[in-house]
């Protein structure tokens, strides 16, 4: 069903771009399958040069090699270790990712529409917005232990904010004829809200929850680098203190993918459920 | 006739405040519309034309005097009025036929007869074909009769609207005034119709209400006798439009150079 809408997008843009006028009749170059290739070879052109100057120009104790990250890398899926240290950062960045949409989209909300709460508490928003939410890792760290709860917590209050004040803004910027307009057909306020203000709040909170990704993912990370014995970050930490080049290349090479999953996750959801955005773009 | 206006406006005085400085709109304010009428209201941009819609739609409360509907003050929001504004605030997110059936689902209209009226007011707004696409794929014109449909078709008494077809170029605003017309011909429903342009409102009225710079205040009004059906294409060439026409330009050119955007 959501694949089917989001090709229906798809078409819709593509049919779109086909009736624009341009300048010069469409080179093969904007084709996507030209244009997959074109990345695929750049890729591969990178990795080769890679392999081929480290060890050669550049002493392999810095830059490792491809084929030695590679090597890592099935080292880690054979032993178990890839799957449970990739399973544990992508649930805590999952989990934080989850409880902070939710409480930052409410919050949010609730402030959009009363303007006059908004308008006291500002100050206080702002000063813990200003604070870098990473340095309060050390105090979760006394509340929450070292485990899931702390970095999922971490995570959550990062999320919190990106998400809450672009619902916040969202909401405010809702038409205001709008609801008029749709209060005199008879709707009651839940109904304003749902029919209206949500919808239109959603392409602001979309920029909110696409902000967010790769913000989770530091949650995640940065909790684990600072206080774990498990998931990405701790194997990106274990491997740098073992002068392990491979391995933290490696990690870094498993983050990517993580980030890359939760970006297209998002970016999906999105597709379906701003799909009416599509076609004035 | 007797004396039953659908809508009054008695000694209505609108006041708006800048921060704390109060900004007169309306000014001691007397009309009477009586059901099944199409009145215009004329004036100089900045006189509280959209003012007197949102009094008559309970959006907005009277500093003194009153706003009576049928009989009773209006005190809170007039779930009797339809409201058609310049923008046609379609919901974006939504399809034709979900903006058209909005007040009907509100209303807890059954589906039954939902797809019945949805089926009857894209045939009378001439947007059958069109009922999935979203507002962003119509044309003006086409989103002016969406926003139309959508209002007639939960059967306001009254049908309020603010400069509707200010926004669509010359050609396309005589075809909607035609459009609207026939329309207005078939379901005959008490019309207020805000607008700046002269033509506009001859075209379409039984009677038009002129109104003076800020503060806003009846200066004239006039009823308008041309016969109807009215063709808004050869209308304006007839003697007698053009004699209404300098009625009111009279009435209307000094204050015009008050008004605010000159």
């Given amino acids: ?281 | 006739m007797i004396d039953s206006p659908i809508l009054e406006f008695r000694d209505v005085t609108k006041v708006f405040y800048k921060g704390t400085q109060p900004v007169v709109a309306l000014e001691g304010l007397n009309i009477k519309i009586q059901e099944g009428e199409f009145v215009s209201v004329i004036g100089p941009s900045g006189c509280g034309k959209s003012t007197l819609l949102n009094l008559a739609a309970g959006l907005s409360p009277a500093a003194k005097g009153d706003v009576i509907y049928r009989g009773s003050p209006v005190d809170k929001i007039n779930l009797s009025v339809g409201y058609i504004t310049q923008h046609d605030n379609l919901l974006p997110w939504a399809t034709v036929r979900k903006n058209i059936t909005m007040g009907l689902k509100i209303r807890n209209v059954p589906t039954a007869e939902r797809k019945q009226r949805l089926e009857h007011y894209l045939e009378l707004t001439g947007l059958k074909g069109f009922e999935n696409h979203y507002p962003a794929e119509l044309s003006g014109g086409m989103r002016k009769r969406c926003s139309l449909a959508r209002t007639l078709i939960y059967s306001p008494e009254m049908v309020l609207m603010d400069e509707p077809f200010s926004a669509l170029d010359a050609h396309v605003k005589m075809i909607m005034h035609k459009e609207l017309l026939r329309i207005w011909d078939e379901e005959r429903k008490t019309i207020l119709f805000i607008t700046h342009d002269l033509v506009e409102a001859i075209t379409l009225s039984d009677r038009i209400i002129v109104l003076s710079a800020r503060p806003g205040q009846v200066k004239q009004v006039m009823q308008v006798d041309l016969p109807r059906p009215r063709d808004p294409f050869t209308l304006h060439t007839k003697p007698e439009f053009s004699a209404i026409f300098e009625t009111l330009w009279d009435g209307l050119k000094d204050d015009i150079y008050k008004g605010e955007n000159v």
Avoid: C
């Fill in chain 1, 1 to 281: 069903m959501t694949e089917r809408i989001v090709n229906e997008a798809e078409r819709r843009r593509i049919k779109r771009a086909e009736d624009e006028f341009s300048d010069a009749p469409r080179s093969p170059m904007d084709m996507p399958a030209i244009r997959i290739g074109i990345r695929l070879l750049m890729i591969t052109v990178f990795l080769i040069t890679w392999e081929y100057v480290s060890g050669r120009w550049i002493e392999e104790y810095w830059v490792s090699r491809p084929t030695e990250v590679w090597a890592k890398i099935v080292e880690w899926w054979q032993s178990g270790d890839l799957v449970l240290h990739m399973g544990i950062t992508s649930g805590e960045a999952m989990s934080g990712f989850l409880i902070g949409t939710i409480l930052g989209g409410v919050v949010g909300f609730i402030f959009g529409w009363y303007k006059r709460i908004a308008d006291i508490l500002d100050p206080f928003i702002i000063a813990i917005y200003s604070l870098p939410k990473v340095a309060l890792a050390p105090l979760f760290i006394i509340w929450f232990g070292i485990g899931f709860e702390m970095k999922v917590i971490l995570t959550a209050v990062i999320v919190f904010f990106l998400v809450f004040f672009n619902t916040y803004s969202g909401v405010r910027d809702t038409s205001r004829e709008l609801i008029d307009i749709v209060r005199l057909m008879g709707a009651k306020t839940p109904q304003v809200l749902w029919w209206v203000v949500l919808p239109s709040a959603l392409t602001a909170i979309f920029v909110g929850l696409r902000i967010s990704v790769p913000y989770a993912l530091i949650g995640a990370v940065v909790g684990e680098m600072m206080a774990s014995n498990r998931g990405v970050g701790f194997l990106l930490m274990q491997s740098a203190g073992q002068f392990d080049t491979a391995g933290t290349f490696a990690a870094l090479l498993v983050l990517i993918v993580i980030s890359a999953v939760f970006n297209e996750t998002i970016r999906h959801l999105e597709a379906y459920l701003l799909r009416w955005k599509d076609v004035q773009r």
